[in-house]
């Protein structure tokens, strides 16, 4: 064969009329998959129109580009999604066209649609008197509104040609009129649709109303306004229906801040939580950028270990029964790491009759300070009652012991009022101090404060000395130490240093270490009295010094009989004090 020079290599074939048609349309063109969901190609035009650049959208699929996300395309018009966001209507006009080696493809084409047709459009006619909607459309070189039946009856106008824009504006208040004005202004300069809602007198009847019209403007084949089309509608039960619903969140909201409610939702799919208020995030510790917590961590994490099976055995009881949650615990506080007390109420939610729950509402309180209030109240009436009994039987004592030793109903009736005062004092001070702890230089200034003035300059200092730190004595110790100071004062009037003039009572006490609290160290010391023997036989006072200190104080005392005066030693053990007694705390 000769070489005919040319070259063997087969050149590409040419496009086809269709392909060149498809490219070159002046109307959008779409080729989609049999089953309506995915477009295999779309042409220059409609990828413009769309704000897509050619050839981007081969594959889309249709949800992406149908504002109401529609999986399937059908013919009619529709509410497409342009590349930037903003929606825009299109009719669509479907075929069906053979495919070599498989099923038929489907062709749209997809035009623009202008406002008058959209208004006009059937498709759309049923969806707006379905919603309530009335038409309208205003002409600008007339200035005549034009209303559907629907519009008339929301507006208070006639349907038809039935009023000039100048005479409806006048519904508007000033400040909601200027507030439309504004808006319909700025968007007519953007050439968008616009909406607003607001406050308006009906003509006729002057009854006020809420609207919320949506309407776009229209143009002339010049370019210029020749008026708008739109809808409206009467929205006065939903802003009615939004403002009494504001006002119960808002009562709600006072209700729960009132009384420390911490308000939050779960949400059971996902496993995640809603702190609604600032109470949650306050009663958790938490910081409102750290979010709230799901179940899991709840139980695993903040619940205390004690506590997680009751919690969990409620939470399953509420959502198999009747939905109603009502639990209390102990979480940690993550700020400080304390175990706080809480209380938790809530209901949960279903969205059909039927189905499982899919939320949790509720409601969550702290009640640490009242379960410790709780908790100090009874243990204050328990030791309430053990104080009555322990005075009751102390009161025994001192009746039976004074007249033991009384040697006339004059003498027992002194001393026997001599101890219950001392003993009414003790007690006095120590319910002053939430029955907690009396002041041992109290009971000893009290004691010696009837001989004020015995001495010669007239002062305590004259006769009684009393040297020693500032002490605190427990309830525990107080009744007896203060009875024991008692018979001690009331011994040296009768018989020892303050029974002359001349005699002189000197105390000291000090805390030197040891016991819980450490120990009180106490001398009483007595000097320049009468001639001191030992007693022939041991009396109330005595035996109360040696016995109920022994016994109720466990202290160590030595009593020293010197012919010069007096001398008691006591060293006693001091408890702690017991803070969970005060309700102040």
Known sequence: MEDSGEDD??????????????????????????????????????????????????????????????????????????????????????????????????????EPVDADELVRAEQNRDAVVAAGLGEWRWEATRGQVSLSRRAGEILGYPAGRSARWATMQTGFSPRDYQRVYQSVTSALARREPWEFESRFVRGGDGVEIAIGVRGQPTYGADGTLSGMVGVVRNVTQRLEA?????????????????????????????????????????????????????????????????????????????????????????????????????????????????QLPTRLIGVIADVTDRRDAQERQSLLIRELHHRVKNTLATVQAIVGSTARTATSIDSFYEAFVGRI????????????????????????????????????????????????????LPSDVAVPIGMAIHELTTNAAKYGALSTRQGRISVSWSIVPGGEAGNLHLVWRESDGPLVTKPSRQGFGSRLLQRVLTTQVQAHVESEYAADGFRLVMQAPLPGRNAALNPLV
């Not at 529609?70 to 075929?95: F, H, K, Q, S, Y």
């Not at 615990?329 to 938790?344: D, K, L, P, Q, V």
């Not at 939430?434 to 015995?454: F, V």
């Open 421 to 472: 005062k001392s003993l009414s004092h003790t007690h006095s001070v120590l319910t002053e101090d939430t029955w907690q702890t009396a002041s041992l230089h109290g009971l000893l200034a009290n004691e010696l404060a009837p001989y004020l003035g015995t001495g010669d300059d007239g002062g305590l200092e004259s006769r009684v000395t009393l040297d020693g730190p500032e002490v605190d």
């Open 9 to 110: 290599r087969a050149a590409p074939p040419a496009p086809g009329l269709h392909e060149v048609v498809f490219s070159a349309a002046s109307v959008g063109l779409a080729l989609i998959a049999a089953d309506g969901r995915t477009l295999r190609d779309a042409n220059p035009f409609l990828c413009r129109l769309l704000g897509y650049t050619p050839g981007s959208l081969v594959g889309a699929p249709v949800t992406k580009l149908l504002t109401d996300r529609t999986p399937v395309l059908a013919p009619g018009i529709r509410r497409w999604r342009r590349a930037d966001g903003e929606g825009v209507d299109l009719r669509l006009t479907i075929t069906s066209a053979a495919r070599a080696g498989g099923e038929p493809d489907l062709v749209a084409v997809v």
């Open 242 to 354: 939004q403002r009494l619903l504001r006002e119960r969140e808002q009562r709600l909201r006072v209700a729960t801040s009132l009384a420390e409610l911490g308000i939050f939702e779960w949400h059971l799919l996902d496993d995640a939580a809603l702190w609604e208020n600032e109470r949650m995030f306050e009663i958790f510790g938490r910081r409102r950028e750290d979010g709230g917590l799901g179940k899991g961590e709840f139980l695993k994490e903040i619940v205390h270990p004690e506590d997680r099976t009751k919690v969990r055995r409620e939470i399953t009881k509420a959502l198999r029964k009747d939905g109603i949650l009502q639990v209390s615990g102990r979480i940690r506080h993550f700020e400080t790491g304390a175990w706080r007390s809480i209380e938790m109420a809530g209901r949960f939610e279903r969205d059909a009759p039927g």
